[in-house]
């Protein structure tokens, strides 16, 4: 079972080589390929990417869903796993993922864990174990046979954030869901920039605009009013 391990990156300089070389290390003789879809860095993404000599792709428009989807059409693999350039997943996650779809799960996810022990993260992380998808975030990654991501139509391109979630609730009716009880490990970077706490109010308060019906030009615009950051 082929797994393909697309990478949506912008601005990624010091982090994606890193990435790479630890997906690498643990897939060692496992049928998997890496596929990392650029969004028009402006840094040295691309030469860290091309170094660790991995596929990648020059996507036509930036944004998570439109590169993810990029990479999804060049990927070769019965089983796409969406991973992002700051996370990383266990060390047994290609086991862990060909496991799960032999037991009939069609697709699913790590639980979550900050690489920072400030107690707020922790308590946040360890809702991540339960199936509701207001706790579902892209950073616990995403595994998902291909014929039902084809089958969805893929990452809706409109959505510029909160496209994990969206996906994922088109997703639940066409097969079995898991969240795997490991934790796939994610930088705090955005917590540690912005304070803790505002970020997590932050981010509560962007999906609770989703879940009203905001459109995703307002979800936009809040988020770049509120929050220090260059990748949206």
Excluded at 11 to 40: C, F, H, L, M, P
Excluded at 134 to 159: I, M, P, W
Excluded at 178 to 198: C, H, M
Aim: glycine share 6%; hydrophobic share 40%.
């Amino acid at each position: 079972m082929k797994i393909s391990i697309i990478i949506p990156v912008y601005n990624e300089e010091g982090v994606i080589g890193k990435t790479i070389r630890y997906v690498k290390s643990v897939t060692v003789n496992r049928q998997a390929e890496i596929i990392v879809v650029d969004g028009g860095s402006k840094d040295a993404t691309i030469r860290e990417a091309e170094a660790e000599q991995v596929i990648l792709i020059k996507s036509p428009r930036k944004g998570r869903a439109a590169q993810m989807n990029e990479g999804a059409k060049a990927a070769d693999g019965t089983v796409l796993y969406f991973l992002h350039a700051d996370s990383l997943p266990p060390v047994s996650f290609h086991n862990d993922i060909v496991h799960a779809v032999q037991n009939g799960y069609a697709m699913g996810c790590y639980r979550l864990q900050f690489d920072h022990d400030h107690w707020f993260l922790k308590f946040n992380a360890w809702f991540t174990r339960f199936d509701v998808n207001a706790f579902r975030y892209g950073d616990q990654s995403l595994f998902v046979t291909k014929d039902n991501f084809e089958k969805v139509g893929g990452f809706c391109e409109k959505h510029i954030v909160m496209e994990d979630q969206e996906i994922v609730k088109r997703l639940k009716p066409h097969g079995k869901f898991i969240i795997l009880s490991k934790e796939i490990t994610t930088s705090a970077r955005k917590y540690v920039e912005n304070g803790i706490f505002k970020m997590q109010g932050i981010f509560f308060l962007i999906y609770f605009m989703y879940q009203l019906g905001y459109s995703q030009e307002r979800l936009l615009t809040t988020f770049r009013k509120l929050i220090r950051q260059d990748k949206l």
